[in-house]
C-alpha cells in the first residue's frame, strides 16, 4: 500500500493491500478500506466507513460515519454523504449537540455503482448495483439498480449497463456487458 506523507490515518483502520492514499486525506479509527482503492487529495473518510475493494474516490470527497460504499464504486470529485436527518449544532435549549444528542442514519452504496461530482446523497438511501448519478444531483431516495438518475431531487431518467452504454430497460441493462 502507499499512503502520501502529508496524509493521516488514524490508528485502528484497515487499508487493504495495493490502495493508495494520496495527499492530505484523512482516515479515521475504525474505518476499512479494501485492497486496489485509490483516495484522491482532500479525502475524508471517517470512523467506522467501510469501503470494499477496487474503489475510487477522487478528491475533496467526504464519506461520513455510516456510510458503507461495496466493490467497485466511483465516487466523483466533491461527492458529500450525510448521515443526520436533522442536523443541528445545537439542542433546543441552545446546549451544543453532544454526540449522544443525534441518530446515525446509514447509507449504502452498491457494487459498480457510479457516483458524478459534486452530488451530495441524502442519509438513508440506497444506490443500487452499478447505478450512475449524474453530476450535481441530489440523491433523496433510493436509486435502482442499473438506473441513471439527475438532478435535485434526483430522477430516473433512463439506465445503463455495467460498461455505461446507456439503454431503455434495468432487464437489458442486466444483460448487457
Known amino acids: 500500500m502507499f499512503i502520501h506523507p502529508t496524509a ?8 487493504g493491500e495495493n490502495s493508495k492514499i494520496w495527499h492530505l486525506c484523512h482516515v479515521r479509527r475504525d474505518a476499512r478500506i479494501g485492497s486496489d482503492c485509490v483516495l484522491g487529495r482532500g479525502v475524508f473518510v471517517d470512523a467506522g466507513v467501510q469501503i470494499g475493494s477496487r474503489v475510487k474516490i477522487q478528491n475533496y470527497v467526504s464519506v461520513f ?5 461495496e466493490d467497485g464504486v466511483f465516487v466523483g ?8 436527518m436533522f442536523p443541528r449544532a ?3 435549549d441552545m446546549s451544543l449537540k453532544a454526540a449522544d444528542d443525534w441518530v446515525l442514519v446509514e447509507t449504502r452504496v452498491r457494487a459498480g455503482a457510479a457516483i458524478g461530482a459534486n452530488s ?15 453530476a ?7 436509486v435502482p439498480d442499473y438506473a441513471l438518475v439527475v438532478g435535485n ?4 431518467i433512463g439506465y445503463v449497463t455495467p460498461s455505461g452504454q446507456r439503454v431503455a430497460t434495468p432487464e437489458e441493462a442486466a444483460r448487457l456487458p
Open 8 to 15: 493521516e490515518v488514524e490508528p485502528g483502520a484497515t487499508i
Open 65 to 69: 460515519h455510516g456510510v458503507t460504499i
Open 77 to 84: 470529485p466533491h461527492v458529500c454523504f450525510t448521515n443526520d
Open 90 to 92: 445545537v439542542n433546543a
Open 120 to 134: 451530495t446523497i441524502v442519509c438513508g438511501i440506497t444506490i443500487g448495483r452499478w447505478a450512475m448519478i449524474g
Open 136 to 142: 450535481g444531483s441530489v440523491v433523496t431516495k433510493d
Open 153 to 156: 431531487p434526483a430522477r430516473i
